[in-house]
């Protein structure tokens, strides 16, 4: 069975910068990855994707602040943040795509930025 885990939330000052790791577990053949957040009484919303040819997404909300990478050799999906603003404050979820659109997602872990 496949699990994500997210890991690096935390409460960090506007301007400052975090990074999000989401680590799978089991073996999953991905299509792309991806980071989601979800603001208090908002929809879920995508943050950045990668392809598996490496290829990187962007909402324009963070693009040239955020930056999404991945190692498959370990099965790990990253989420640089910098110059953080206190709208970026969510829930932030990893998201992973597989064979036949299997969709697979964390538990998601807590970003707030204090202004």
């Known amino acids: 069975q496949v699990q994500l885990v997210e890991s690096g939330g935390g409460l960090v000052q506007a301007g400052g910068s975090l990074r999000l790791s989401c680590v799978a577990s089991?073996?999953?053949?991905?299509?792309?990855s991806g980071w989601y957040r979800q603001a208090p009484g908002k929809q879920r919303e995508l943050v950045a994707r990668?392809?598996?040819?490496?290829?990187?997404k962007y909402a324009d909300s963070v693009n040239g602040r955020f930056t999404i990478s991945r190692d498959n050799a370990k099965n790990t999906v990253y989420l640089q943040m910098n110059s953080l603003k206190p709208e970026d404050t969510a829930v932030y979820y990893c998201?992973?795509?597989?064979?036949?659109?299997?969709?697979?997602w964390g538990q998601g872990t807590q970003v707030t930025v204090s202004s």
């Open positions: 089991g073996t999953i053949f991905s299509i792309n």
């Open positions: 990668i392809l598996a040819n490496g290829s990187p």
């Open positions: 998201n992973v795509v597989g064979l036949g659109g299997i969709e697979y």
